[in-house]
Structure formats: C-alpha cells, structure tokens
C-alpha cells in the first residue's frame, strides 16, 4: 500500500495568479497521476507525471497551463498557472503501487479561484 | 471517444438490501475494471478489481461482475449498511498496456436505516 501527503489540502486564490500542489509519497513508486474533481462531478486525468521524463497531457490539458515536476520516485507537483475561477475544483494525486493498477489516492486539494 | 457510464447517479436503498449500482463502458477494451469507494472531503479508495478473464469477484459483503461482451460491469452490496453510503466510481483499465486510469461518473449511495 501507499499513504500519499498533499497539501495544500485547500486554498483560495486571486484570478491570474499560479498555485503549486505537492503530492508526497512514502514509498518509492513508478506511475503518478493527477486529477481534477469538479463540484458534484467524476475524476478526470489531466496527466501521468513520468519520473525523469516529461509528463504526457490527457486531451484537453496543456503544459503551460498545468506544468508537472516529478524529481524522484516519491514527489510530485501539479502548478495551475493563470488561475481563472474555471479553474475551481479538487485537484487529487494518485500513485500506481505494484503492478500499477491499484490507485492510492491523496486527500485532494480544494482550489477555488475569486 | 471512451465513455464510462454509471447506472445512476444516486441510489437510495433500505438498510440490509442488497445494492445493486452499473457501469457501461463503449469504445474499450479493458483487461481490468476496478472500482472505487469515495467519501465526501476524501480521494477514492480502492475496493475490488476484477479481470476480463474473471466472471465474479467477492470481498466480504461486496461482488463485482465482468461481461466483456455486453461490456458492463455489476457491484453488489449484500446485507447494506448506512456506513456502506458512499460515492462508487468503477474505473475500466489496462487498454493497450497503458497503467492510467479513467473513471465513471459515478453512483452516490445513501442506505437509509
């Protein structure tokens, strides 16, 4: 299993500006992902964060807009960048432990944007 | 394009029935389904994956149901519980290899006692 640390666990931000997300995990683990819960609404995958590699973007999501570092096999970070209130929504990590196919995810992270 | 759909999107049932929540998907071919637990405030949490070469799978008070022909998958909670009231997303995966997974929209489950 994985415990996965994120934080913030929730923030209000001005229009225009960025918000950086940390996911921390207590063991070493290949795959990341990160989602975005809208109010009410499923999971969508914005991108799976490669250790060492770029990340690789689900339609719709763009590297400018939501750039991913991921430095070592337990860390990863998600920025929104030129925040707009569409931007509101719960943005999640989630790690693929073993043979990847089991998702641990963390408590998320409540963004709204004034 | 893929589309995951869940039955319903809430379900209302009396405590010690059996819940019964869908999920369709077209336009994939998973090798795997899973299906997930979420609380309100909380990430989901895992409960059961089932292989497209499996039938049923059983955890206790809960089975999951595969047809990959009619590509639908089927969640039972027997004997339910108001601590089982919850948020269920399944979550088709491992097309073509790929380790990312896609969700439902989602069936919110309130048990009344």
């Known amino acids: 299993s994985a415990v996965i640390s994120q934080k913030p666990s929730r923030d209000i931000c001005q229009r225009g500006t960025s918000l950086t997300i940390q996911c921390q995990v207590d063991?070493?683990?290949?795959?990341m992902f990160w989602y975005r819960q809208q109010p009410g609404q499923s999971l969508t995958l914005i991108a799976t964060a490669n250790q060492g590699s770029e990340a690789t973007y689900e339609s719709g999501f763009v590297i400018d807009k939501f750039p991913i570092s991921r430095p070592n096999l337990t860390f990863s970070t998600l920025t929104v960048s030129n925040m707009s209130p569409e931007d509101s929504s719960i943005y999640l990590c989630s790690a693929g432990v073993g043979a990847h196919e089991k998702l641990f995810f963390g408590s998320g992270t409540q963004l709204s944007v004034l | 394009s893929q589309k995951i759909e869940q039955n319903s999107e809430a379900l209302n049932i009396q405590e010690g029935k059996t819940a019964t929540l869908t999920c369709n998907y077209t336009?994939?071919?998973?090798?795997?389904l899973q299906w997930y637990r979420q609380d309100p405030g909380r990430g989901p949490v895992f409960l059961l994956l089932i292989r497209e070469n499996e039938k049923e799978k059983r955890k206790e008070r809960l089975k999951v149901t595969f047809d990959t022909t009619l590509k639908q998958s089927l969640f039972h909670i027997t004997a339910s519980q108001p601590a089982d009231s919850a948020t269920y997303l399944c979550?088709?995966?491992?097309?073509?290899?790929?380790?990312?997974?896609?969700f439902g929209t989602g069936t919110r489950l309130t048990v009344i006692p």
């Open positions: 979550a088709p995966g491992g097309q073509t290899g790929a380790n990312n997974l896609f």
């Open positions: 063991s070493q683990v290949t795959m």
């Open positions: 336009n994939y071919s998973p090798a795997y």
